[in-house]
């Protein structure tokens, strides 16, 4: 079928052939970690409840408070099968208790300070693309979302930056 604008679209099979295709390229190029044990489970709930309690209490008192009461619902768990219960329910619940603008380090992703003052381009800057032989008095090292050399820690394990989660991954 010919479309509107002069170009061939793909017939129902053959759309459906390359988007299984791309599916499948997609698939390959996602990082899948190994499964998790019940332990592991558990201390990721657990901190990520803590994170997630620190951008609802802002006063230290109250979020001590709050830190022990976690504490003692993860404590008052003990058989390993009302454990694996439990962490799927913890897991809901902590799903529905996020914040909705969580807290996150200055730095990154949605901080105060990211990208506060970040080097223009230097076609930007120079649009006619000459540039003048003074003005390269900056260093143009590339650095990493919280602003260190990638020179002074060379490699870094989690480089993608997840916007909608504010944390490197």
Same mark, same amino acid.
């Given at each position: ?7 061939? &679209?793909?017939?129902? +099979? ?15 190029? /996602?990082?899948? =970690? ?9 201390? /990721?709930?657990?901190? &990520?409840?803590?994170? +997630? ?36 329910? =913890? ?13 996150? $380090?200055?730095?990154?992703? =949605? =901080?105060?300070?990211? $990208? ?6 230097? +076609? ?15 260093? /143009? ?5 919280d602003m260190v050399p990638i020179t002074f820690r060379p490699k870094q394990d989690g480089g993608l930056i997840d916007f909608a989660k504010k944390n490197m991954?």
């Amino acid at each position: 079928a010919t479309g509107g604008g002069g170009g061939e &679209r793909a017939s129902g +099979s053959e759309a459906s052939a390359m988007n299984k295709a791309f599916t499948e390229v997609a698939q390959l190029a /996602r990082v899948k =970690g190994p499964a998790l044990t019940h332990q592991q489970r558990a201390t /990721r709930l657990y901190r &990520r409840s803590l994170k +997630s309690l620190l951008s609802w209490a802002i006063d230290r008192e109250v979020f001590y408070e709050e830190a022990y009461k976690i504490r003692a619902r993860f404590d008052s768990v003990k058989s390993v099968a009302a454990g694996k219960h439990a962490v799927e329910v =913890g897991e809901a619940e902590l799903w529905e208790c996020l914040h909705p603008d969580p807290w996150c $380090m200055n730095y990154m992703p =949605g =901080g105060t300070k990211f $990208m506060r003052n970040p080097v223009p381009p230097t +076609s930007l800057v120079y649009p006619d693309g000459e540039v003048p032989a003074d003005a390269e008095t900056g260093t /143009r090292t590339p650095v990493w979302p919280d602003m260190v050399p990638i020179t002074f820690r060379p490699k870094q394990d989690g480089g993608l930056i997840d916007f909608a989660k504010k944390n490197m991954e």
